[in-house]
T-cell receptor, first 114, second 111 residues
C-alpha cells in the first residue's frame, strides 16, 4: 500500500525567507502527487499537483514542487513566504487515475514570524 | 468559481444517535469521496462513490457508515449509531477529471 511521510511536524520561518517542506512517498510505480493547504478551521485547498511530464510543477500562491523519482520525494518550495502562508500543509498521493483515493501525510504546520 | 459545500458546519450528537452529514459536490463532477480528520491527526480516506455505487471503502467504513446520493446534487454520509471515537472533522470531496476539491468540512462532536 502507498504511504506518505512528512518528516517535519512544525516549521518556523521568518517572513520573506525561503521555504521548503519535505514529502516522501512509498509506492511501486509513479504516483499522482498533491500538496494541499489547510488554514485554521478551513477545508483543504489544492496548491499543486503532479501527474506526469515536467517534474517541476507550479501552483497557486507562488508555490512550486519538484518530483524526484530517485528520492521518492515531492518537496514543496516557496522563495519568499508571506504571513498569510501560515497554515498546515499536507502532501498526498493517489495511485489510480480516475477514482483514486488520496493517502495523506501527517502534515507540516508552518509558522511565520515577523 | 464552483465549490463543494457541506452542512452543517458543526454537529453535536449523543453517543448512539444517528447523524447525516450532507455535501453538495461540484455539479459536473462524477467521483465523490468522504474523508475524516480526527483532531491533531492526518486526513484519512473513508469511501469513494462513482456511478451511484461505492467503488472503494477503507477499514474505517464499517457497517455503521453508509453513503447515498439521493438526488442529482446531494451526497450524504450517515453514521447509524455514533461512538465517541467518531468525533472528527468530516470532509467531502468531488473530482471531475484530475483533482479532488474538498469542502470546508463538518465538525462532528459525539458526547
Amino acid at each position: 500500500a502507498q504511504s506518505v511521510t512528512q518528516p517535519d511536524i512544525h516549521i518556523t520561518v521568518s517572513e520573506g525567507a525561503s521555504l521548503e517542506l519535505r514529502c516522501n512517498y512509498s509506492y511501486g510505480a509513479t504516483p499522482y502527487l498533491f500538496w494541499y493547504v489547510q488554514s485554521p478551521g478551513q477545508g483543504l485547498q489544492l496548491l499543486l499537483k503532479y501527474f506526469s511530464g515536467d517534474t517541476l510543477v507550479q501552483g497557486i500562491k507562488g508555490f512550486e514542487a519538484e518530483f524526484k523519482r530517485s528520492q521518492s520525494s515531492f518537496n514543496l518550495r516557496k522563495p519568499s513566504v508571506h504571513w498569510s502562508d501560515a497554515a498546515e500543509y499536507f502532501c498526498a498521493v493517489g495511485v489510480n487515475f480516475g477514482n483514486e483515493k488520496l493517502t495523506f501525510g501527517t502534515g507540516t504546520r508552518l509558522t511565520i514570524i515577523p | 468559481e464552483p465549490e463543494v459545500t457541506q452542512t452543517p458546519s458543526h454537529q453535536v450528537t449523543q453517543m448512539g444517535q444517528e447523524v447525516i452529514l450532507r455535501c453538495v459536490p461540484i455539479s459536473n463532477h462524477l467521483y465523490f469521496y468522504w474523508y475524516r480528520q480526527i483532531l491533531g491527526q492526518k486526513v484519512e480516506f473513508l469511501v469513494s462513490f462513482y456511478n451511484n455505487e461505492i467503488s472503494e471503502k477503507s477499514e474505517i467504513f464499517d457497517d455503521q457508515f453508509s453513503v447515498e446520493r439521493p438526488d442529482g446534487s446531494n451526497f450524504t454520509l450517515k453514521i447509524r449509531s455514533t461512538k465517541l471515537e467518531d468525533s472528527a472533522m468530516y470532509f467531502c470531496a468531488s473530482k471531475g477529471r484530475y483533482e479532488q476539491y474538498f469542502g470546508p468540512g463538518t465538525r462532528l462532536t459525539v458526547t
